[in-house]
């Protein structure tokens, strides 16, 4: 996960070690894209939650490293 702050990277790096589970919602436009230089890694397994907006592309490389994905339906359906 990129963050644009150390402390909020240090934040989720913790709060994801202590975690039984980690989801990450994301928008599907900001995947792929790393607009900051700090990065909270994850090591354990996740769930990464976003919306039809995210490529088909970038969802294979999320799912190719182990990543799971749930590609939430429009508003309405």
Known sequence: MC???LRQTRL???M???ADRVYVLAHGVKLGRAPFHVWA???QQWTLVTDASAHDAQIRVF???GVRVEVAPPAGE
Request: aromatic content about 0%.
């Open 41 to 43: 890694k994850l090591r």
């Open 3 to 5: 963050e644009a702050v």
């Open 63 to 65: 799912e190719a490293s």
């Open 12 to 14: 989720k790096n913790l």
């Open 16 to 18: 994801a070690r202590r």
